[in-house]
């Protein structure tokens, strides 16, 4: 092995997801060519690298790096090059060239230790020169993480993700127990995690590591929507992933279950194994809608009759029956289910409802699962309509770790009705957040499209409310005359029947365009976007069109789409500031989706004259504005809400010219264009196509293969998952404690 000492002149290519990087190194010498595993190297950077040399057949000699050492600059020229490299936020090359001016070769020593006196340099004030100290440490112990981390195949992207998680800590908890990476970390998967176990030397039979194994089964299941596992499902899905015998994961089992971290519950044919926090939310959901539906409230001096009567009169409606008897039933249950599906007049009986609860001077809250959700529903009802989240009040809890809901049993809601929306969209932890805070007394009605798909996470909370049969539901399925002329709404509900749409009739809304392969289903698509709709429907072609696929990956996934739409609606230009991280290119005029809920990320308007916090999964925004010296995009939300995210945040962050079905759920969009191809059968079923129809208000294209359209809508296989909420349900109307409801 040979030693060589220089400077960094050039990075000529760097991979950001393994950390592969080539590129020039000065020394006393001569100019040389390396390569090799060299993470968050910067131009001007002085490092000793240890390798071979080895000859490329197209690029000649270049030295091989085996591993390396960073050195401090020591040249005035070295630690300007570093400093303006962009590697400390708040320094730019100019800022660069003023502190080095001053400080010299001592500058790397004065930002260590002592940052305030940066602020003898003009432009440099108390506030910023703390800013370039802090970002100084943190790019050393991230540096320094991700030289640690190499050998242990963790590229630099992830050991940013761990490095936000646990920060200082982050080495001395990795080497410790590598296993808390694949709970703590997402991408980090169980997989990867024992790679590092194994290279550090821990036992395949460690507790450690079947505890872990177990957890991340479970943890895995909440992905597919199941509460619990069984246990001969558990065991035979834990074996797969720890490649060792039964004997010790049935003892690991029984050890979780004392320590208190999994719940095991008798089933019917065999027991059923819980996570802790998911046990308790799906008997925590059953007991209060018993608790909400048994409540006897005092009989009301009103005629209800008479009183939905005047309401039609007042708003110039007129009620079909079932509606008749949704109002109805909302003024005089406890809990109460509202489903049906477009044109059916759940928007007419919603307001219907909330009419007749003001008369009787009642608050009523409203409430759904999404900021996009809750944004329609306030469109809809002209009334504010919070997120279930903004409703509970989100806070922090008293360590500031972690996010509690303030209002709970013991500080509840204060309402006399809760509505929520979209309540298809809510698992089972949200649903038994937000029943906690309501007071036994309350009337609680929930609104949903049962048809649609089911929530992202655990359970199957409306679905199994309505097949308990312990609260009252109606299902408005009457098409009303004026839904009739849309082809949407026609086409989703023959789509509910397993019926043959019609396609294609002339100065209608739902298109089908044939195509038969991938490559031409692409070029359809981005002809459609780009030239087609917008100039024949006179629409903003980013803005309000979407388009929605099943999957992420393949040529039709949400990935490639997006790399494709962002090409054509928003090319490389030289007046558009851009950044590349973790191989995606984000560039000012994105179109952009926050994909988990971020509950104190700060926004505020362009004129600061509002400010708040809270920007959710589902929600879209367009990149505004890139500042590469401070490293952080912005982007500007409900055209107004302007948020900054610090590069390490861009994980939050996806591109959503493109999306996939399911996030779309909760949403509206003038057009919907959605691919027709080959997909795994468990992703081309009858009630995934009816969510995607169901987001469009305007139009409709479906681009594709016939056969495939043909397959989902006769596809009406439910993935069953495992929940026992229906089953806890029925238990008390079956054991006659309560009646079933008619």
């Not at 036992?203 to 479970?218: A, E, F, H, N, V």
């Not at 999404?370 to 009040?393: C, F, P, Q, V, Y």
Request: hydrophobic residues 35%.
């Amino acid at each position: 092995m040979e030693n060589i000492k220089g400077m960094i002149n050039e990075i000529i290519f760097k991979n950001e997801d393994n950390g592969y990087t080539v590129a020039t190194l000065e020394t006393n010498d001569d100019e040389i060519t390396i390569v090799g595993c060299l993470p968050t190297l910067s131009i001007g950077e002085t490092i000793k690298v240890n390798g071979k040399w080895i000859n490329h057949k197209i690029y000649g000699p270049q030295f091989e790096v085996e591993s390396f050492m960073i050195d401090t600059p020591s040249s005035v020229d070295g630690i300007i090059a570093y400093l303006s490299s962009g590697m400390i936020k708040g320094i730019g090359p100019k800022i660069a060239e003023k502190i080095v001016q001053k400080f010299g070769v001592d500058t790397i020593d004065i930002i260590q230790r002592s940052p305030q006196l940066l602020t003898q340099i003009d432009g440099i004030g108390i506030k910023k020169a703390e800013q370039i100290g802090e970002s100084f440490e943190k790019e050393r112990e991230l540096r320094n993480l991700i030289i640690n981390l190499a050998s242990f195949g963790i590229g630099a992207n992830y050991c940013l993700r761990i490095y936000k998680r646990y920060k200082s800590n982050s080495l001395k908890i990795v080497k410790e127990n590598p296993y808390r990476l694949a709970q703590d970390i997402r991408g980090i998967g169980f997989k990867l995690a024992d790679d590092i176990a194994k290279k550090i030397g821990i036992s395949p039979y460690s507790k450690d590591r079947i505890m872990q194994g177990i957890i991340y089964t479970l943890n895995q299941s909440l992905g597919e929507g199941h509460t619990f596992l069984p246990r001969s499902k558990l065991v035979s899905e834990a074996r797969k992933i720890l490649e060792i015998e039964e004997n010790y994961i049935k003892d690991e089992i029984t050890s979780l279950a004392l320590d208190h971290q999994i719940q095991i519950e008798k089933g019917y044919s065999e027991e059923n194994i819980y996570l802790l926090p998911y046990y308790i939310s799906e008997n925590g959901v059953c007991r209060k809608i018993i608790q909400l539906s048994q409540h006897e409230f005092e009989k009301l001096e009103i005629d209800i009759d008479e009183e939905i009567k005047k309401i039609e009169e007042s708003e110039d409606i007129s009620l079909a029956k079932n509606q008749k008897d949704a109002v109805t039933k909302a003024l005089e249950k406890g809990v109460f289910v509202l489903t049906g599906g477009p044109g059916t007049g759940k928007t007419t009986t919603i307001n219907t409802i909330i009419k007749l609860f003001e008369n009787l001077n009642m608050e009523i809250l409203l409430a759904a699962p999404t900021g996009r959700a809750a944004k329609r529903m306030s469109e809809t009802t002209n009334k504010e309509a919070k997120t279930i989240h903004r409703l509970l009040e989100m806070g922090y809890s008293q360590d500031d770790d972690e996010f509690v809901f303030m209002k709970s049993e013991d500080d509840p809601l204060e309402a006399d009705v809760v509505i929520i929306d979209e309540v298809s969209m809510v698992d089972v932890v949200l649903m038994y957040s937000l029943l906690k805070a309501i007071k036994v007394g309350t009337r609680v009605i929930l609104v949903g499209d049962s048809d649609q798909l089911p929530s992202v996470g655990a359970g199957n909370v409306l679905r199994d409310i309505i097949d308990s049969q312990i609260v009252p539901v109606v299902k408005l399925d009457e098409i009303f005359r004026q839904a009739k002329e849309s082809m949407i709404v026609v086409n989703a509900h023959k789509i509910n029947k397993g019926e043959s749409l019609l396609l294609n009739q002339k100065d209608k809304d739902f298109y089908f365009i044939q195509r038969t392969n991938n490559e031409d289903i692409v070029k359809e698509i981005l002809h459609l976007v780009d030239k087609r709709l917008p100039e024949y429907y006179k629409v903003n072609k980013i803005k309000d069109i979407q388009i929605l696929s099943p999957m992420r990956k393949g040529d039709l996934g949400v990935i490639n789409l997006n790399n494709e739409l962002q090409k054509v609606l928003n090319p490389k230009d030289r007046l558009k500031t851009e950044e590349v991280f973790q191989n995606r290119i984000f560039r000012v005029g994105d179109k952009v989706m926050q994909i988990k809920n971020n509950y104190n990320k700060k926004w505020e308007t362009e004129d600061e004259s509002e400010k708040g916090e809270g920007i959710y999964n589902g929600d879209i925004g367009y990149v505004y504005y890139i500042n590469k010296e401070e490293k952080t995009i912005h982007v500007i939300f409900d055209e107004s809400k302007i948020v900054k995210y610090e590069y390490s945040e861009l994980d939050e962050l996806d591109h959503s010219f493109c999306t996939t079905i399911h996030k779309s759920q909760g949403s509206e969009f003038p057009i919907v264009i959605m691919p027709m191809a080959w997909a795994p059968p468990m992703l081309l079923t009858r009630n995934l196509l009816y969510t995607g129809v169901t987001r469009a208000k305007r139009l409709v294209v479906l681009v594709g293969d016939i056969k495939y359209l043909n397959y989902m809508i006769k596809n009406n296989k439910i993935y069953d998952r495992y929940s026992n909420l229906k089953g806890k349900l029925s238990m008390f109307r079956d054991e006659g404690i309560i009646e079933k409801s008619e």
